[in-house]
């Protein structure tokens, strides 16, 4: 057998498929490119059929869905294909749903948020653990050197050097200076003075790496530094806990500079010292600014008479006290007894968080007990006379007490396990 269309061109065999494609009434007819219209015969055939239908008497019985259904037209072989749905459901540019524009009472309210805030810092990542948070939830690091050590040789301090602001900038003859990394090579911590710095030409800034805040993960670093330690300042694995960018040829610390490093053997109780004082220092900024208890600018501080140091007792407790703008932002301060002793547990026994139902939500708790040192505790008491109730509510009104509360949420979950 020989096929009948086998010298059929691609351009005419698509004219025949269109044909078919698109032709309502379609009649096999022989091939033909010129636009032909349909026999006379096959237009009496369809004047034939629709004579028939039209003479046909409409039973008694029959319903209206029968005549609908014998009405209604086939569909075209084209509408059982697939169409876009840019054509089936065009969204117009005026139907388009855009967000809503913020407007100046949610701009203040998440001004006043140190969560928020926290949560809206720029992204960045620990140089331990390759995770990416918010800055908000590092601590940064630096390289100093003692101004003290005049020798060219002197070991270069790998220190957290966000905690360490106060004492960088006391003094820079007589306390810790931070290095740049062209310094650390050689030696020198002279920096521009503010007679030869411009405004195109501002003081270059200690270049800082981030760890996540976590004391498991400094301990665990620790050990596994002081494991490999090689003389009395070099440690090889001190190398690897910096930056990319910082080593030759992309940055510029050395391989000697490198060979300088120096990590606390004490680094987790140091760090722990540090974020304590300095949620002792914060708590007593705050207590200075608003000095009136319960009566303060904006109801800052708010006493709760806790009776016990449970949960149950501890939301009982705040269910008598007023409602006051933004309180949702806020948190619980327990003091603890007066007992001059130490605490028997590290752990607190009162929960992260407690449902307030003054904004149906829920506010962290910090248990200043198990977070503060004794003797910190007892130089708050005394400081303020706030300090000495079982607790206190705790709301932001400004950036310092937003640091407050900041500062406070990085020191629980610095101890956490």
């Given at each position: 057998?020989?096929?009948?269309?086998?010298?059929?061109s691609?351009a005419?065999?698509r004219?025949?498929?269109f044909?078919?494609?698109?032709?309502i009434h379609?009649?096999s007819r022989?091939?033909s490119?010129s636009?032909?219209?349909?026999?006379?015969?096959d237009?009496?055939t369809d004047?034939?059929t629709?004579t028939t239908s039209?003479?046909t008497p409409q039973q008694?019985?029959q319903?209206?869905s029968?005549?609908n259904?014998a009405?209604r037209?086939p569909?075209r072989p084209s509408q059982?294909?697939p169409q876009?749905?840019l054509?089936t459901?065009?969204?117009l540019?005026?139907t388009k749903?855009?967000?809503?524009a913020?407007?100046p009472?949610?701009?203040?309210s998440?001004?006043?948020?140190?969560?928020?805030?926290?949560l809206a810092s720029?992204?960045?990542?620990?140089t331990l653990?390759n995770?990416?948070?918010?800055?908000?939830?590092f601590?940064?690091?630096?390289i100093?050197?003692?101004?003290s050590?005049?020798?060219?040789n002197?070991?270069?301090?790998i220190?957290p050097?966000g905690?360490?602001?106060d004492?960088?900038a006391?003094?820079?003859?007589?306390?810790?200076?931070?290095?740049?990394?062209?310094?650390?090579e050689?030696?020198t911590t002279?920096r521009?003075?503010?007679s030869?710095?411009t405004?195109n030409?501002q003081?270059?800034?200690?270049?800082v790496?981030r760890l996540?805040?976590?004391?498991?993960?400094?301990t665990?670093l620790?050990?596994a530094?002081?494991s490999g330690?090689d003389g009395e300042?070099r440690?090889?694995?001190?190398?690897?806990?910096l930056?990319?960018?910082?080593?030759?040829?992309?940055g510029?610390?050395?391989?000697?500079?490198?060979?300088?490093?120096s990590?606390r053997?004490d680094?987790p109780?140091f760090?722990?010292e540090?974020?304590r004082?300095q949620?002792a220092r914060t708590?007593q900024?705050?207590s200075r600014t608003?000095?009136?208890?319960d009566?303060?600018r904006d109801g800052?501080?708010?006493?709760?008479?806790?009776?016990?140091?449970s949960?149950s007792?501890l939301?009982?407790a705040?269910?008598d006290l007023?409602?006051?703008?933004?309180?949702e932002?806020?948190?619980?301060?327990v003091m603890?007894g007066?007992?001059?002793?130490?605490?028997?547990?590290?752990?607190?026994?009162?929960?992260?968080?407690?449902h307030?139902q003054?904004?149906?939500?829920?506010v962290p708790?910090?248990?200043?007990?198990v977070?503060?040192?004794?003797?910190e505790?007892?130089?708050?008491?005394?400081s303020?006379?706030?300090?000495?109730s079982?607790?206190l509510?705790?709301?932001?009104?400004?950036?310092?007490?937003?640091?407050?509360l900041l500062t406070?949420?990085?020191l629980?979950?610095?101890l956490?396990?």
């Open positions: 057998m020989v096929c009948l269309h086998n010298r059929l691609y005419s065999w004219l025949r498929v044909r078919q494609l698109f032709d379609h009649v022989p091939l490119t636009t032909q219209r349909r026999s006379a015969h237009r009496s004047t034939t629709t039209n003479s008694p019985g319903t209206q029968t005549s259904d009405n037209k569909l059982l294909l876009s749905p054509l459901h065009p969204r540019s005026k749903s855009h967000k809503r913020a407007t009472e949610d701009k203040d998440l001004r006043l948020n140190p969560w928020a805030q926290a720029p992204v960045r990542m620990c653990t995770a990416r948070l918010p800055r908000a939830f601590t940064e690091w630096g100093v050197r003692r101004a050590d005049s020798e060219p002197a070991p270069l301090h220190l050097t905690l360490l602001k004492d960088l006391a003094s820079q003859e007589q306390q810790q200076t931070a290095l740049f990394p062209e310094q650390a050689s030696g002279q521009p003075t503010p030869t710095t405004r030409q003081a270059p800034q200690s270049p790496f996540a805040e976590r004391l498991p993960v400094l665990s620790t050990q530094l002081n330690v300042y440690n090889p694995n001190l190398g690897r806990l930056p990319n960018r910082w080593k030759q040829p992309y510029p610390m050395s391989s000697r500079a490198a060979a300088r490093l990590w053997e680094m109780e760090m722990v540090r974020m004082a949620a708590l900024k705050a608003y000095k009136k208890v009566r303060g800052v501080w708010r006493t709760v008479p806790l009776e016990a140091h949960k007792a939301e009982t705040l269910k007023p409602s006051v703008e933004r309180m932002c806020g948190a619980v301060l603890g007066h007992s001059t002793a130490a605490p028997a547990v590290e752990k607190s026994t009162l929960p992260d968080a407690v307030l003054q904004t149906q939500s829920r708790v910090f248990d200043l007990s977070l503060l040192s004794e003797a505790l007892e130089e708050l008491r005394r303020d006379a706030r300090f000495q079982p607790a509510f705790f709301r932001p009104a400004d950036k310092t007490t937003m640091d407050t406070l949420w990085k629980k979950n610095f956490r396990e």
